[in-house]
């Protein structure tokens, strides 16, 4: 549904939770500006070992991490492959550029958005790039109301679609970047059985850093 120029899915139905959409411009956005949250990922990719740092978020989703990696100077190549997923961050970027923000405005500009499947990028693409992040889905350990809502779209959209976070992160690893990052339950396995170089622990969330290269 487009409500005063914004798009959103509504799941219909008794006791369906409420509108999805992706605003960028939203307090909550801005609140994680200082977050905890953003130091472990910027840590976990990299960020101040290099200028212009480039990052492929493999599994955009409705791009909160990408917003956070992007507003922490890092170019960001956003690739969601659903293609409802990807219309409501499309309409979201677009809202976001529309707004007299500067600072967000600066922050969106380094966030370009590829409909479709990570792997279907051409390899000048993926070799520009110097890391890959992965996020797959699980459950969350955040059971605030936005959370909840967008957990029950991504269930939806998603049944009957095999999972292949295991494959995605065995692909990620033959590319040439200099590392991949996997966003992982605090206590779970790594993904796939394979061991990072290290791992960025929080108290909810890890990130499995697999380093393939320096990044200079």
Not at 74 to 88: G, K, Q
Request: include cysteine.
């Amino acid at each position: 549904m487009v409500d005063e120029n914004r798009l959103a899915l509504q799941l219909c139905g008794r006791k369906m939770p409420g509108a999805v959409s992706v605003d960028f411009g939203t307090a909550g956005m801005r609140h994680r500006r200082g977050a905890g949250h953003n130091e472990l990922l910027g840590r976990a990719v990299g960020v101040g070992k290099k200028p212009g740092l480039a990052v492929i978020d493999a599994t955009a989703g409705l791009g909160r991490d990408g917003f956070v990696l992007a507003d922490l100077g890092v170019n960001v190549r956003l690739c969601e492959r659903h293609p409802v997923v990807a219309a409501l961050l499309s309409a979201g970027l677009a809202a976001g550029t529309a707004v007299a923000d500067d600072w967000l405005n600066a922050v969106l500009a380094r966030m370009q958005l590829t409909e479709g499947d990570v792997r279907e990028l051409p390899h000048d693409e993926v070799a520009a790039a110097d890391v890959i992040y992965l996020d797959p889905m699980f459950p969350p350990r955040d059971k605030t109301a936005a959370v909840k809502k967008e957990m029950a779209l991504f269930q939806f959209l998603l049944q009957g679609v095999p999972a292949d976070a295991d494959e995605l992160l065995r692909w990620a690893l033959q590319k040439p970047v200099a590392r991949v990052v996997v966003k992982r339950p605090a206590k779970a396995e790594p993904l796939a059985g394979l061991q990072p170089s290290h791992a960025i622990r929080g108290k909810a969330v890890r990130y499995d850093v697999y380093v393939l290269a320096g990044l200079a």
